[in-house]
Nanobody, 123 residues
Framework: QVQLVESGGGLVQAGGSLRLSCAASGRTARNYAMGWFRQAPGKEREFIVAINRSGFSTSYADSVKGRFTISVDNTKNTAYLQMNSLKPEDTAVYYC????????????????WGQGTQVTVSS
């Protein structure tokens, strides 16, 4: 079982930046890749990015490619999501997930979720 705790959300103006963190714990935490999803009001939860444990393989949704960067620090068992050039349409609850990278769409199959952190981008 994996426990995930997100932090770093908040309110930012359009064009600004935020960095989210996701600390993983649990006996099997290191066995899984990590990813981020988001859910805006009235919309389904959507995949945005994933990274394998080596950090050499990443996958981004087109909506965030070139603006968001995922990384992982295995010494801290923590994943990070650096979000730049934020837009109002990035406003959502952001969820960290542990899981497996798969050859489908979306390319990440979650097995566990964090509690979510709110990101609000004002225009």
């Amino acid at each position: 079982q994996v426990q995930l705790v997100e932090s770093g959300g908040g309110l930012v103006q359009a064009g600004g930046s935020l960095r989210l963190s996701c600390a993983a714990s649990g006996r099997t935490a290191r066995n899984y890749a990590m990813g981020w999803f988001r859910q805006a009001p009235g919309k389904e939860r959507e995949f945005i990015v994933a990274i394998n444990r080596s950090g050499f393989s990443t996958s981004y949704a087109d909506s965030v490619k070139g603006r968001f960067t995922i990384s992982v620090d295995n010494t801290k068992n923590t994943a990070y999501l650096q979000m730049n050039s934020l837009k109002p349409e990035d406003t959502a609850v952001y969820y960290c997930a542990s899981g497996n990278i798969v050859p489908f769409r979306p390319p990440f199959s979650p097995v566990g979720w964090g509690q979510g952190t709110q990101v609000t981008v004002s225009s």
